[in-house]
């Protein structure tokens, strides 16, 4: 069923458990990644290399690249991934090892 706003929807979805950040969240299985982390109270996915400010998904559509997340040793956006169960996920490192 469509609603106004795509986050309703992810509420009618089945929940699987995935990690961020060894922090274990419920979300819906099959939904756009950066979006279910969004609505999950994930407010930042990851630090800029420079200055270390913070930044979540902006574009929703991989233009961008703020929405980059780690997933197996590979940084990915995570607006083009969907949410599979098992999932470790974690915020890509800084240079020079902090993250």
Do not use: I
């Not at 969240?25 to 290399?49: C, I, K, M, Q, Y």
């Not at 961008?64 to 999932?87: I, P, Y």
Request: proline residues 7%; hydrophobic residues 45%.
């Amino acid at each position: 069923m469509k609603t106004a706003s795509p986050f309703l929807e992810l509420e009618e979805s089945p929940r699987v458990a995935v990690w961020f950040d060894d922090t274990q969240l419920d979300l819906p299985e099959g939904a756009n990644l950066a979006a279910a982390l969004l609505a999950a109270g994930v407010g930042v996915f990851r630090e800029t290399s420079v200055s270390g400010a913070p930044r979540a998904p902006f574009c929703m559509m991989g233009a961008c690249f703020d929405c980059l997340v780690e997933l197996d040793g590979v940084v990915r956006q995570a607006c083009m991934m969907e949410v599979v169960e098992g999932m470790r996920l974690s915020r890509p490192q800084r240079p020079g090892g902090t993250a």
